[in-house]
Structures are given as structure tokens and as C-alpha cells.
């Protein structure tokens, strides 16, 4: 062992560290097996050094630019390299932004200042602090950013704006009635009775009028890696939905999949939305892992639907619908779901493109069998759906959509 590789894991962790806080997954089994390649590839070439630590590391393709981007400013200091082979702890000192950086390079940039070792003391400088944190301009611009785009402030704040957000349906007739004089139905049940007490004449019609009831709300969601950033911030509006139970909704049902469905609606249940999303990752096995949406759905069709959509329902079915296999059986699955539910609404983040087309087969395949089509890439999109179902969801993307079809 060289004196240097002493100091290499404490460099190495640091860097992973900072991949974390980045939003990169990296298990300590990848961190072993890194040290074991760099020792043998060695580190005094940057470029090997990178290729090693990415292939090593990185298991997820749309974690690559948030890998390479961590990686150039944990190597920005041209003498790091030399400090690292002379065993001195890695310094790191975060470089002024000059221009706009994208979505990656700013989660790279706080996971970096965030520090994580002995960072080199900056010589202070004199700055102007502005507090604009609840500054309606503020606001209004964290509304209408993407989530994939947020920085970890921003997706703090986001989350707490989410947890006063709500669904609120207009309710339905129901099959139970109640007395109403002023309505126009008569209850033939209560004429009747009354005629028989008075020998067979009726002095009065008593009129009644249908209840009204709330709906069931059941929420499938799409946990696969492509969903990653905006499947996790949807967890937070379902538990907001899920504590809303009662209230808004008359049950509230929560499944999750990937390469299998997970029914997590008791873990919805725990109050605190940090708590119950822990819970649901320690019970979910195939987050960010592939996904199989037509598997997916025969299984809740042919085990759950039946318990859940008993009385009238509106599912949300929440992906971006990128399924390449079984789309046969993906569209036969889908319409039996559509012909159990009051109504199906798609929600699917790829709505943030001004020039979506529905160029995949899996999506050409479903988009005919919802009842809508809207977007769920940001706050204002999870407001207009708020704002659509109370009115009728009648302004939402699927005609636009499907005269592309055509």
C-alpha cells in the first residue's frame, strides 16, 4: 500500500458525499468496489480516474451530467491532484457562476458548497443580502419552474406548497335519498305507508331528493428511473390527497410501480410526509428501476380494481407512459381500467414540452382510453389540475394531442 492511498478513501468518500447531496444514489457497495478500481487503474491521470469513478459509480444515465459536473468542480483547483498524491485532505472552494447553469450544475453546485471535508477559508467579501423569501415574485417563478429544474431550496419550498394544495370535487348523486318538500320526485315508499294509515287515501306526497356523496381518489404512480425527480415530488401532493381523506375524497387508495405494484395507502396514513415517504422507500424494492406499466396495471386490474373502484372512482395515473413492450397488452389493460373508473386522468410530466408529440407506442396506445391528458411537471400545473377538476377538467391536452394522432 502507497503512502498516498491512506488518505484516498477519505477523497473518494468526500467526492461521493457530494454526489449525494447532488441527488445521485451511490450504495456503499459501489464505494468499495470504486477503491478497488482506482487502486488498480491508479488516479495521477485525470481522465482515468474519471472513467474509472463513473463506471464504478454512476448506475443511471440521467445521473451522468450531475456526475461530470461534480466532478469538474471537485477538480477545479489545478493543484488538487498534486495535494491529493502528497496526501492532503481535498479543498475545495466553489467557483463564482458567471452564466445560467442547467438544472445538473445547480444541484452539483449546492452538493459542492454544501461541503464535506475541510474546505479553504474564501477572503471575506463584502455582500448585500436581500431577503426576499416570500416575495411574490419569488413565488410566482417557483410556481411555474420545473421540477427537475429546482434547486434542493427550491424543492424544500415546493414541498411545503404542496402540503396546502388540495383536490376538491364537486360531489355526485348517490342511490340514498332524503326528505326534500321542496323537490319535485315523490318517494313512493313514504306516500304509500302514509295512505295506509289513513285508510287507503292519500293526503299528502312526501318528496325526496338523492344524496349527494364524494368520490373515491385512486392514485397510480409511476416510480420508475425516467420518473425519478417528478414521482417522488408527486408522493407529496398523493399524501396531501391522503390526509385530505374525508374531506375532499371518501377513500383515498395509493399504489406505486415499477417493475411491480405496490399498494402503500396504509403508509400514507403517518402524518408527516417526510416520515411516510421513508416508510414507503423502505417498502417500495424497485424504486428508480425499470418499469412494466401493462404488468403493472393487469395486476391491479385483476387483483385490486375489484376493492377499490366498488363504488365511483377517479383514478390518476400518474407516468410518462414510455413503455416499449407488451403495448398490446398495455392498451387491452388500460381500457378495462378506463371502463371501471368515473373518470381517468393521465398526468404526465413530458407535458412540459411545448412540442410534445406522442411519438412512443406506449403512450399512442393509452392516451385514446383516458378521460384526460395533463400535465404535472410544477406547482401551477398541480393547481390547474386542482382548478380543472373542480370545473370539468375540460380544458386539458388530450385533443390537442390526439389530432396528432390522426
Given amino acids: 500500500m502507497t503512502p498516498t492511498a491512506g488518505r484516498l478513501p477519505d477523497n473518494i468518500v468526500y467526492f461521493v458525499r457530494a454526489l449525494r447531496r447532488a441527488g445521485v444514489s451511490v450504495g456503499t457497495a459501489q464505494i468499495l468496489e470504486a477503491l478497488r478500481a ?49 496526501n492532503l485532505l481535498p479543498v475545495i472552494t466553489a467557483p463564482p457562476i458567471d452564466r445560467p447553469l442547467k438544472p445538473a450544475q445547480n444541484r452539483a453546485a449546492e452538493a459542492m458548497a454544501a461541503g464535506g471535508g475541510n474546505p479553504r477559508q474564501a477572503p471575506p467579501k463584502e455582500q448585500l443580502e436581500v431577503d426576499a423569501q416570500f416575495s411574490h415574485s419569488n413565488m410566482e417563478k417557483l410556481t411555474q419552474k420545473d421540477f427537475d429544474a429546482m434547486t ?13 394544495m388540495g383536490l376538491d370535487l364537486p360531489k355526485v348523486l348517490g342511490r340514498r335519498y332524503a326528505q326534500a318538500a321542496n323537490m319535485v320526485q315523490i318517494d313512493r315508499r313514504k306516500a304509500l305507508q302514509s295512505a295506509r294509515r289513513s285508510g287507503g287515501e292519500m293526503m299528502q306526497l312526501p318528496k325526496q331528493r338523492a344524496k349527494p356523496r364524494r368520490l373515491n381518489l385512486v392514485v397510480l404512480c409511476d416510480i420508475s428511473g425516467s420518473m425519478t425527480r417528478y414521482s417522488r415530488m408527486m408522493m407529496h401532493f398523493v399524501h396531501s390527497m391522503a390526509q385530505a381523506q374525508g374531506q375532499s375524497w371518501a377513500e383515498v387508495h395509493s399504489f406505486t410501480f415499477g417493475t411491480r405494484l405496490h399498494n402503500i395507502s396504509p403508509l400514507l396514513t403517518i402524518k408527516d410526509p417526510d416520515a411516510a415517504l421513508t416508510s414507503i422507500g423502505n417498502h417500495v424494492r424497485d424504486w428508480e428501476g425499470g418499469t412494466r406499466i401493462a404488468t403493472s396495471l393487469g395486476e391491479f386490474n385483476r387483483h385490486w380494481a375489484r376493492r377499490v373502484l366498488s363504488t365511483p372512482s377517479v383514478v390518476l395515473l400518474i407516468t410518462d407512459g414510455l413503455e416499449r413492450e407488451g403495448i398490446t397488452q398495455l392498451e387491452a389493460e388500460i381500457s378495462r381500467l378506463a371502463l371501471q373508473t368515473r373518470e381517468l386522468i393521465w398526468l ?23 378521460s384526460s391528458f395533463v400535465a404535472c411537471h410544477n406547482l401551477d400545473s398541480l393547481q390547474e389540475l386542482s382548478d380543472g377538476l373542480r370545473n370539468g377538467l375540460h380544458a386539458d391536452h388530450k385533443t390537442r394531442v390526439m389530432g396528432l394522432l390522426k
Fill in 38 to 86: 482506482v487502486q488498480t487503474v491508479g488516479f495521477t491521470n485525470r481522465r482515468d480516474f474519471h472513467t474509472t469513478l463513473r463506471a464504478m459509480i454512476v448506475t443511471r444515465a440521467e445521473h451522468l451530467l450531475i456526475f461530470d459536473q461534480v466532478f469538474a468542480m471537485f477538480w477545479r483547483d489545478p493543484e488538487f491532484l498534486e495535494n491529493m498524491i502528497t
Fill in 348 to 370: 404526465n410530466p413530458l407535458l412540459r414540452w411545448d412540442q410534445f408529440s406522442p411519438q412512443a407506442a406506449g403512450i399512442r396506445a393509452m392516451l385514446p382510453h383516458v
Fill in 152 to 164: 434542493v431550496a427550491e424543492i424544500r419550498a415546493a414541498k411545503i406548497a404542496i402540503r396546502s
